[in-house]
């Protein structure tokens, strides 16, 4: 018998939005790839996934070599918070002083 697939529930905050739509189509489709790939709990090498220093409270995805995704996951969600060039992945090292999921 298959193994039945989990997925988790998705948002996607007011941020990712805005910064997946200035990604070209091709960064678009393999920032895809990697979304449904933490929906569906599925993880490879490739992604690279790890908590975001010092605090740990975020984690980030590879996407390609200078894109991350930015996400949470708790309680069965996975929050989407934004998509960022690697070098600017330090700025979510600590917790929000407000969350960024307030309008969801």
Not at 89 to 94: A, E, L, N, P, T
């Amino acid at each position: 018998m298959a193994r039945q697939q989990t997925f988790l529930a998705a948002k996607w905050s007011d941020r990712w939005q805005a910064s997946y739509a200035r990604l070209s189509a091709d960064r678009q489709a393999a920032c895809d790839k990697v979304a449904i790939a933490l929906i569906k709990q599925e993880s490879s090498p490739g992604l690279r996934i790890k908590p975001i220093q010092p605090r740990k409270y975020y984690r980030e995805a590879r996407i390609t070599s200078g894109d991350r995704i930015v996400f949470r996951i708790e309680s069965g969600t996975v929050f989407f918070v934004d998509v960022v060039k690697h070098d600017d992945i330090s700025r979510y090292g600590r917790p929000p002083t407000r969350p960024s999921f307030a309008k969801l």
